[in-house]
């Protein structure tokens, strides 16, 4: 009985310090994937990121098992994650880098107003005498 007792107050203590860890989730369903953004905290209170990958599969003896990856991230690392995530998305849908389509971007800014600044300093003096 005190053996039993003592079993159920570690598992009420992996309970509390479980419920504690986790601080928010959210799930995104995507195909076949599912995605679990999953924010924690470190004993020292830091949170931190885990990013898990799940995908269903079917196993030799047609049984059904989810296999998991997953990606742990830290505060100090959120900035540059966030930078290079951007820069990668930036360039599966614009075909172009980050620093290219800025590169692009101030081309055409540079034509344009090199357009604008040409087509009102043309002045031709025959101009000025008519009516």
Known sequence: M????????????HDEKNIKE???TKVVR???RTYFFDVKATRKDDYYLTITE??????????VFYEKHKIFLYKEDFEKFSEGLRDAVTYIVNGKSVSEAHESSAEIKDERS????????????????KK
């Open 2 to 13: 005190e053996e039993e007792a003592g079993i159920q107050e570690v598992i009420n203590v």
């Open 54 to 63: 799940s995908k269903k599969r079917l196993g030799t003896e047609g049984k």
């Open 30 to 32: 995507a195909g076949k």
């Open 114 to 129: 090199a357009m604008t600044t040409e087509e009102f300093t043309n002045v031709e003096f025959e101009d000025l005498g």
């Open 22 to 24: 986790e601080i928010f």
